[in-house]
T-cell receptor, first 115, second 111 residues
Framework: DTEVTQTPKHLVMGMTNKKSLKCEQH?????MYWYKQKAKKPPELMFV???????INESVPSRFSPECPNSSLLNLHLHALQPEDSALYLC??????????????FGPGTRLTVT | SQQGEEDPQALSIQEGENATMNCSYK?????LQWYRQNSGRGLVHLIL?????REKHSGRLRVTLDTSKKSSSLLITASRAADTASYFC???????????FGPGTRLSVLP
């Protein structure tokens, strides 16, 4: 199974809501990533988990809170978001720590709209 | 902290033609990767090339790396309508970050 799954596919939330994005992989990968991608822009790295520990936080606002309950699951908890946070949120995984020697496997993304 | 810069930003070609996209970067790198993204979907890894390699092939794809010019190119031969997508290079960033993506090239292959 070489698939990364993400749920939900689409999410509309108000600025006072709390919601979560979920990502799952069963490839035995030990590094998992969250990216944010605005329209016609490249993905921007948000967080990296390596062996279930947060290893990189690219100065992301605290209204985004990542969680890695186990080696197969990655969550992104959202609270008090702003309209400018509307974007495609991509999850990815790779065999080991965040390392350019390994390719990343991406999920299809969650399209988030903040109203 | 953008590292890779693709050019052209957009490219339209006819089916059967070759498409060449370029990626330039500023600081020394150990590895460079190319990804494809169909509209609004996840990225798919195409090729990884290491700094000690000059060229790699995968099917209709050919990637070159010129570390002296700090640039890489992706060539797609005999393009098909299904190749229509955005193509991104990913490199190590200026401050040691990993997976810094360039702005991408939007390729349209017309039937």
């Amino acid at each position: 199974d070489t698939e990364v799954t993400q749920t939900p596919k689409h999410l509309v939330m108000g600025m006072t809501n709390k919601k979560s994005l979920k990502c799952e992989q069963h490839m035995g990968h030990r590094a998992m990533y969250w990216y944010k991608q605005k329209a016609k822009k490249p993905p921007e790295l948000m967080f990296v988990y390596s062996y279930e520990k947060l290893s990189i936080n690219e100065s992301v606002p605290s209204r985004f809170s990542p969680e890695c309950p186990n080696s197969s699951l990655l969550n992104l908890h959202l609270h008090a978001l702003q309209p400018e946070d509307s974007a495609l949120y991509l999850c990815a995984s790779s065999p080991h720590r965040a390392d350019m020697r390994y390719e990343q496997y991406f999920g299809p993304g969650t399209r988030l709209t903040v109203t | 902290s953008q590292q890779g810069e693709e050019d052209p930003q957009a490219l339209s070609i006819q089916e059967g033609e070759n498409a060449t996209m370029n990626c330039s970067y500023k600081t020394s790198i150990n590895n460079l990767q190319w990804y494809r993204q169909n509209s609004g979907r996840g990225l798919v890894h195409l090729i990884l090339i290491r700094s000690n390699e000059r060229e790699k092939h995968s099917g209709r794809l050919r990637v070159t790396l010129d570390t002296s010019k700090k640039s890489s190119s992706l060539l797609i031969t005999a393009s098909r309508a299904a190749d229509t997508a955005s193509y991104f290079c990913a490199t190590e960033g200026n401050y040691g970050q990993n997976f810094v993506f360039g702005p991408g090239t939007r390729l349209s292959v017309l039937p």
